[in-house]
């Protein structure tokens, strides 16, 4: 079974937006848990308007399921930020400068030699790496001699491509989890993810590890309330 991994991105957003500490993003991370999350994922960016740098050393202190700390591996700071706190995984995505979310996976082959040393150096703190990429066989093909642990498969296409054509939007997802698992790649994946999308993706990936969400699932928290959200999540990549 996957896991859920829940993006706390969004509560950090809100929280910032009057300067104070409501919502509690320490408190919503450990209900989370409660609730039955198997995973915390932050994506802290440079200009930290959600996940402030500080958050990520709180959480670390706090949470007692798998932390994956997203990001722009990049920028200095960000290094410095996983090595400091050494969470279960860091996942390396390649944002540019200013980027209102991630839009696009790394070009490994361009890359492969930088990632590589990326994921070497990770690996001597003992953090499992794993490669934010688009669904594209050479792609994942090049992860692979960088020695990364996982690949997190970049689901903006597959979902907003589900609702006119699921099978259309799956196949190069189903291709590309054949050519990891061929490589013995672990599968990771999110953006996008919800709950229409998400079992149709998670019954059709074979060896899918973990997703991470955030964006849906906390939008859809303001109107289930989020224990019932975390646990309408769960169940559908678990029944
Ligand atoms: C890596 C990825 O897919 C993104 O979902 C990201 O983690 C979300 O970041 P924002 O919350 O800043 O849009
Ligand atoms: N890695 C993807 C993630 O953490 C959350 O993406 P989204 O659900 O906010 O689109």
Known sequence: MAKLSVNINKIATLRNSRGGNNPDLLKVALDCERFGAEGITVHPRPDERHIRYQDVFDLKAAISTEFNIEGNCREQKFVDLVLANKPAQVTLVPDAEGQITSNHGWDTIKNQDYLKEMVNMFHKEGIRVSIFIDP????????????????????????????????????????????????????????????????????????????????????????????????????????
Do not use: C, W
């Open 136 to 239: 594209a066989r050479e792609m994942i093909e090049a992860a692979k001699t960088t020695g990364t642990d996982r690949i997190e498969l970049y689901t903006e296409s597959y979902a907003s491509n589900f609702p006119k054509d699921p099978v259309t939007a799956i196949a190069p997802y189903i291709q590309a989890a054949h050519t990891a698992n061929k490589l013995g790649l672990g599968i990771n994946a999110g953006h996008d993810l919800d709950l229409q999308n998400l079992k149709y993706f998670a019954d059709n990936i074979p060896n899918l590890l973990e997703v991470s969400i955030g964006h849906a699932l906390i939008s859809d928290a303001l109107y289930l309330g989020l224990e019932n959200t975390v646990q309408m999540y769960l169940r559908q990549l678990n029944d």
